[in-house]
DNA sequence: GTAATTGCAAAGGATTTGCTCTGGT
DNA sequence: ACCAGAGCAAATCCTTTGCAATTAC
């Protein structure tokens, strides 16, 4: 017996049709570890050969955000950031201000702590982002 | 004997001169309550007859916020909010998505932890953000 | 064939910058 | 008088919308 298994969650619930740009933005949320912005995604999915313009990207990114399957993000600077929920272990990142060096932290202690800190305050389903940067040691001037 | 008192604390660090605009802007954010956009800001100060722009308001939030003196938030429509801070002390916020009611947070050993983490990745001068975010008690549909 | 989807160009909205004028000290 | 601060207008940046052309079903 064989189960036919589409990927993109919103096509198996019938919500969209399947279109190639569809795929295409699920298949590079699906690559990616972090949370990426719509221009960033953009930009890869035309580098990597794929015709879509950045429209597209944002009004999937949005329907993907609607139904729950993507976390969106505000990031610092004004940018939406975005990140396919679920399965990956949960981790934070350390990036070096200066050349962009990016190591990944984990820390159950602070994932015990936000969930802690947040529930005494009466909030539920909770989410939360860490970003920690520096200056690295492997860097000029360092 | 007395003490002089200056209101804005960046004119008492000696760090800028004292202006209409900047007492203005000051006075407003220590009648506010809650978080304010800076457009928001504006508009009360022009509706209570100050004559200030928009730019001015602008530059005055973004020094207030350098030192530390005013919190800011990205609010999920990607305006920025400020609010003046109640401690000047480092701490964090806890967002409901739904409502946008906003807690602080302090918590020591989650600095601690950033710290001593990016350490020992080789990394120095480190500043971090941590954001959490869920769902409030008081919100519909909790 | 019909309606959803795409994507360009233009619109929007928040924030920043260039540059000249004003006003503190 | 000198230089920081003010503020208008224009520029940026991310994101959304209008709308005609395309494509899935």
Redesign the interface.
């Known amino acids: 017996m064989s189960i036919q298994r589409s990927y993109h969650p919103l096509i198996a619930r019938g919500a969209v049709r399947s279109t190639r740009q569809g795929t295409a933005i699920n298949a590079v949320l699906e690559r990616s570890a972090g949370f990426r912005s719509a221009q960033d995604l953009h930009a890869q999915l035309r580098q990597d050969g794929e015709k879509i313009g950045l429209t597209t990207v944002y009004r999937h990114l949005q329907l993907l955000a609607e139904n729950g399957l993507v976390d969106v ?4 600077d ?1 940018e ?1 950031v975005y990140r396919r929920c679920g399965t990956e272990s949960h981790h934070h990142h ?1 990036v ?2 200066r050349c962009g060096r990016t ?1 990944e ?1 984990e ?1 159950p ?2 994932e015990a ?2 969930e802690r ?2 529930r005494s ?18 860097c000029p001037g ?1």
């Open positions: 993000v505000r990031g610092v004004g939406s350390l070096c201000r190591v932290v820390e202690a602070v702590w936000a800190v947040a305050a009466g909030f539920h389903d909770m989410e939360h982002t860490v970003e920690i940067t520096g200056l690295c040691g492997d360092s």
